[in-house]
């Protein structure tokens, strides 16, 4: 069985936080991973799983004026350069439009060099604004029209 993307479950979300320095290493984001998310937006919350367990996850949901916005996307160490990463892009902006969303949206940190290349890489625009956090708090903000063809 090769890997499949579904709906995440709690399981996966647990498992998920048990496993966090294998998505986001020495990086401290366990208070960004939010039960309520998917519990929520279940159809836009997806896992990739295989025998070996959660591979990658993009957890995110549809604003009302019809952005699918991603909050957290990882891969696990073990599947990076796989292309898992464009094919939890894929398969969250399908689920995205389905609930309406006409473009798709992520933040990251103006640091966040390898985010950066991979958003640009699969077809985001990009733009730094500044106090987007707060003050003094830039972030890169990328956003991508729908269709999502990679």
């Known amino acids: 069985m090769g ?3 579904a709906p995440a479950a ?4 647990h498992q ?4 966090h320095p294998r998505y986001w290493g020495e990086r401290a984001l366990r208070a960004l ?13 997806l896992v990739a799983r295989d025998e070996g367990g959660v591979r990658g996850y993009v957890f995110g949901f549809v604003t009302p ?15 990076r350069g796989t292309g898992l990463g464009r094919r939890l892009y894929a398969a969250f902006a399908g689920a995205a439009e389905r609930h309406g969303a006409r473009q798709l949206k992520a933040i990251t940190s103006t640091e966040n060099t390898g985010s950066i290349a991979f958003h640009r890489s699969i ?3 990009m733009e730094i604004v ?5 003050p003094g708090r830039a972030m890169a903000v990328f956003i991508r029209a729908l269709p999502f063809d990679s």
């Open 33 to 45: 991973h939010l039960l309520a998310l998917v519990r929520e937006f279940g159809s836009t919350c």
């Open 65 to 79: 004026n019809g952005t699918g916005y991603v909050h957290l996307i990882a891969t696990r160490d073990d599947a």
């Open 130 to 134: 500044d106090d987007y956090n707060g």
């Open 16 to 19: 998920v936080l048990a496993d």
């Open 10 to 13: 709690m399981a996966d979300f």
């Open 3 to 5: 890997i499949q993307i």
């Open 123 to 125: 077809g985001f625009d």
